[in-house]
């Protein structure tokens, strides 16, 4: 039988890492762990704790009093902070304009870096983010750097929030290339595309083939070690 393997997705905002992880794990019986969900729900116990998100003493402090729980359901996940339930509002503009600062913080990293090294042990785990294939998982059998241009990104995340808030693709359009910009430059764990990954440029590829094109990755490399452990044997 096919061996599960650990897949890392880096990428930058909006390239599509989250839709199309869950999408084939979902498929494949992979276990999936969106590492951005969890930046975010860090970001909204900060805020909602009324803590000072540019203040890092402050953000480090509170981070003892968080239990973060992902809770994954038959097609996607839960987020609980404390045993509230936060999944909807981790996606809000306010923890979005503020989640690249908080991501930013060495002890905030740890904390997390630790917890996602913990839930991805079981194997058969897709985990996205922007450090995966870097740091949280260096042994990963198959490492995906899942890209797209600018404008792409940006209209993707403008459709997906037109009918919801009233925001200008303009707008949507600064706020990616800022978290691009401090995500790329950051001292701790930047989003780098490791020699080692697999490029897929999704700028000009529809939703439907960017799953097929990575399910077909996953299966192939998982085929491929197979084969390889037989060899060795
Ligand atoms: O889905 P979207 O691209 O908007 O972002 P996300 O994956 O939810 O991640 C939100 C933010 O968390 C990113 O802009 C990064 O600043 C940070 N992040 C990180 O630093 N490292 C990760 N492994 C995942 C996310
Ligand atoms: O997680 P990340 O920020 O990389 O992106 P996402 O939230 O998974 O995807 C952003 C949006 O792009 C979603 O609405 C996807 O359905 C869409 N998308 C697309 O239209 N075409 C692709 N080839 C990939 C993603």
């Not at 979902?26 to 900060?46: E, F, S, V």
């Not at 402050?58 to 968080?66: D, E, F, G, M, Y």
């Not at 923890?95 to 042990?121: C, D, I, N, P």
């Not at 990954?197 to 094109?213: C, I, K, L, P, Q």
Request: glycine share 4%.
């Amino acid at each position: 039988s096919i061996r599960k393997i650990a897949v890392a997705v880096d990428g930058p905002a909006g390239a599509g890492k989250s839709s199309i992880s869950k999408l084939v794990a979902q498929r494949l019986g992979y276990l999936y762990i969106d590492t951005g969900a969890m930046y975010r729900a860090i970001t909204w116990a900060a805020l909602h704790a009324g803590v000072d998100v540019k203040d890092e003493i402050k953000v480090t402090a509170l981070l003892p009093s968080i239990d973060l729980r992902l809770e994954p359901t038959k097609d996607s996940f839960r987020v609980y902070v404390n045993n509230r339930e936060i999944t909807a509002d981790i996606r809000s503009q306010a923890v979005t304009g503020h989640v690249s600062q908080v991501a930013s913080y060495k002890s905030v990293r740890e904390f997390l870096v630790e917890k996602q090294r913990q839930m991805a042990r079981c194997g058969g785990v897709i985990l996205d983010g922007r450090d995966i294939g870097s740091v949280v998982l260096p042994d990963a059998e198959l490492k995906i750097y899942l890209t797209a241009s600018v404008d792409a990104r940006a209209h993707r995340r403008w459709l997906e929030v037109k009918d919801i808030e009233e925001v200008s693709l303009e707008d949507i359009k600064r706020s990616v290339k800022e978290r691009d910009l401090m995500d790329t430059t950051r001292k701790e764990s930047p989003l780098i595309c490791v020699p080692e990954a697999v490029v897929v440029d999704s700028s000009n590829m529809s939703f439907d083939n960017t799953v097929e094109h990575i399910m077909k990755l996953i299966i192939d490399k998982s085929a491929l070690l197979a084969e390889e452990a037989i060899q060795v044997k």
